[in-house]
């Protein structure tokens, strides 16, 4: 489904270039649309394109959830599997607990962090549903962040 719409998208630019170019070039089309707006096809089709309208969001709604859970999936396989975050309250945050299904990845980025000497560091953020973690790599893994004093 997700590469039928991707067609779709890529071509949508063409279709709607060519639409408008026969709208201006040939004023019968536009005439025959004002005089049929009001039938019972034109209703049909409107109703049909609300339908599809919605399916598209769907679609698009169910691809980004998975392009989401696929991420977290990779994030917890490349965190290190003896690392370890402290949360707020004292609790510890592993790598079990980033694949718990009840949370859901809302965004990760990367952000620069300017150290007190003046170095810049690139730090992983991720951002789920209940809780927020710096990640740092090391050795091309990713081991939770232990920066504290740091500006962004």
């Keep these: 489904m997700k590469d039928f ?5 890529c071509y949508h630019s063409d279709a709607v270039s060519s ?37 598209i969001s769907q679609v698009d709604t169910q691809v980004s959830e998975y392009e989401k859970a696929t991420r977290r999936r990779d994030i ?5 599997p003896k690392s370890q975050g402290r949360l707020k309250d004292g609790r510890l945050f592993s ?13 990760d ?3 620069t962090l ?16 209940d809780v927020l973690f710096l990640l740092q790599e090391k050795d091309q893994k990713l081991v939770f962040s232990t920066v504290v004093s740091h500006t962004f």
């Design 109 to 111: 980025t990367t952000v």
């Design 19 to 55: 639409y408008k170019d026969l709208l201006q070039s040939n004023k019968k089309i536009l005439a025959h649309m004002r005089n049929k707006a009001e039938t019972e096809e034109h209703g049909s089709l409107v109703r049909a394109l609300a339908l599809i309208r919605e399916g």
């Design 95 to 107: 790598r079990e607990d980033l694949l718990d299904t009840t949370r859901t990845l809302l965004r």
């Design 5 to 9: 719409y991707g067609a779709f998208c």
């Design 114 to 129: 300017k150290a007190n000497s003046g170095r810049l560091k690139d730090i992983h953020a991720v951002l789920l549903t």
């Design 76 to 80: 917890a396989q490349r965190l290190e």
